[in-house]
Nanobody
Framework: QVQLVESGGGLVQPGGSLRLSCTAS????????MGWYRQAPGKERELVAG???????DYADSVTGRFTISRDNGKNTVYLQMNSLKPEDTAVYYC??????????????WGQGTQVTVSS
């Protein structure tokens, strides 16, 4: 089995920063793509940022220049550094990893979600 555990969410004032982390554990052979998604109340889940195994990065237009995604393969961890936060960034943030298990199976796995609230 594979588990993804997120941390780093919380309440922050507009203009502030937060760093989210997501670590995978279990029967992991290799991890291909990693990403962060978010879902605000009444809205669909959307891609915030993604990073491939070759470290190619992709960002939603709304966060480009403010958020940075990175990964540590040795720790099976993906990070999301969020700067200049705005109230519209308020959402539950989910990490996602596409990986191959030690049993040779490919799959997409999700973290449990972490709340980010940007408010004064």
């Amino acid at each position: 089995q594979v588990q993804l555990v997120e941390s780093g969410g919380g309440l922050v004032q507009p203009g502030g920063s937060l760093r989210l982390s997501c670590t995978a554990s279990g029967s992991i052979f290799s991890i291909n793509a990693m990403g962060w998604y978010r879902q605000a109340p009444g809205k669909e889940r959307e891609l915030v940022a993604g990073i491939t195994s070759s470290r190619s990065r992709d960002y939603a237009d709304s966060v480009t220049g403010r958020f940075t995604i990175s990964r540590d393969n040795g720790k099976n961890t993906v990070y999301l550094q969020m700067n200049s936060l705005k109230p519209e960034d308020t959402a539950v943030y989910y990490c996602n990893m596409r990986l191959r298990s030690t049993y040779g199976r490919d799959g997409s796995y999700w973290g449990q979600g972490t709340q980010v609230t940007v408010s004064s």
